[in-house]
């Protein structure tokens, strides 16, 4: 069976984003059975959430997601309850030791980003049959998992494919040569993005290269470049698909190096402050934005709900459901994605507060800045 996970939305799920719950300290409620929750014992405020975050490498995670959830734990509990945090810096087998720490120091729930969502199911099974319930965040982890956050995976790939296929503008056509930068194989999002992306991209370009990048690493996606441009040409790569910023920083670096003046269309996601630099001075063509703030506060909202045995919450924040390849219809919520390019950078990073315009508009890009009326 592949391990792709597969998403389906229930009629309602749609909505399921902009549910806002109110989760007052207390005990426990009834479920939509009428009947008291069973599978874990209500909680009042006083708890611990075992965060694990998979690395350091893509800022996200630590300037976004940990004090995010840290703080919205914080505000649902009266300041009572705690997060307890570990990054793995991208190493499974250290990942695998702090969830077990985690489980030794009995943290009341778990919010898993996984180094490798496959090799991470046992110390899954091993949460679960200590009765630490395990909600995946971000990247759907293997094994006995009890909900899912994260963002709609395949639409961020049909975003990249579309975006570049419209920054190819009325000259894209089969003989156009494409390389494909897509992420890391231990990481179940990056197969939903390469298959979104080809969904829309096969048929109207060719694919000339195409790699699995290690961890994600910009250093490995500028080494990937490198051997497509020895084997496409400099000058024959009319656009390159990357999966994330981080890569797209590497892979700039290795066009650059090859002599390359005009950089051809290249995609991003995560919207990080140096990508959207690089949007605005023309060097990458897009980013893909997702709302940390909604995604970290949900997972916060899920984690507290289930710990205190409030269902009829907990259950209307994950009208989705998920399938891995070993468990099914887990119960999720899927939030949606925005393209960010050089149009829409106020009313999405800077509006959402991610970053000032001080922060994105240097010395270095006064006039492209001043140009885009950022300034």
């Known amino acids: 069976m592949s391990r792709v996970a597969r998403f389906r939305r229930s009629a309602t799920a749609v909505a399921a984003s902009a549910v806002t719950v109110s989760l007052a300290a207390g005990c426990g409620v009834l479920d939509a059975s009428g009947k008291a929750s069973e599978s874990t014992p209500a909680k009042g405020n006083d708890i611990t959430v075992g965060l694990l975050l998979p690395e350091t490498a893509n800022t996200r995670y630590e300037k976004f997601d940990y004090p995010i959830i840290k703080n919205k734990v914080a505000s649902l509990t009266n300041g009572e309850g ?21 489980i030794d120091d009995k ?19 091993k949460a679960k049959d200590a009765g630490i319930p395990v909600i995946a965040y971000d990247r759907l982890a293997e094994g006995p998992i ?9 639409l961020v790939g049909e975003v990249q494919g579309r975006s570049l296929l419209e920054a190819l503008g009325g000259d894209v056509d089969i003989s156009k040569k494409i390389v494909m930068m897509n992420g890391s194989v231990t990481d179940p999002n990056a197969a939903q993005f390469k298959e979104g992306a080809l969904s829309e991209l096969n048929g109207k370009v060719t694919i000339a290269q195409s790699f699995d990048t290690k961890d994600w690493k ?6 990937n470049m490198t051997k497509a441009i020895a084997a496409i040409g400099k000058d024959d790569i009319a656009a390159v698909y990357s999966a994330n910023d981080g890569m797209a920083g590497g892979i700039i670096k290795a066009l650059e190096a090859a002599g390359v003046t005009k950089l051809p269309p290249i995609t991003g996601q995560d919207a990080e402050l140096a990508a959207v ?13 997702k709302s940390y703030p909604q995604e970290a506060e949900t997972a916060a909202e899920m984690a507290v709900a289930r710990i205190q045995g409030r269902d009829i919450q907990f259950d209307a924040l994950t009208r989705d459901k998920v399938d891995s390849p070993t468990n099914k219809d887990i119960p999720a919520q899927l939030v949606s994605v925005v393209a960010l390019t050089k149009d829409n ?31």
């Open 82 to 102: 705690r997060v307890e945090y570990a990054n793995a810096g991208a190493d499974a087998a250290k990942q695998a030791q702090q969830l077990r720490k985690m």
């Open 107 to 125: 943290v009341d729930v778990l919010l898993l980003d996984a180094v490798d969502a496959h090799a991470i199911a046992g110390e899954v099974k």
């Open 146 to 154: 009890d909900a899912y956050i994260s963002f709609d995976n395949e």
């Open 218 to 223: 910009p250093e490995n996606a500028e080494a």
């Open 277 to 289: 630099q690089r949007i605005i001075n023309g060097e990458q063509y897009m980013s893909v934005y």
């Open 345 to 375: 950078i106020k009313s999405t990073v800077v509006e959402d507060g991610i970053y000032k315009i001080s922060d994105i508009c240097t010395a270095k890009l006064d006039d492209d800045c001043a140009a885009l009326g950022l300034k």
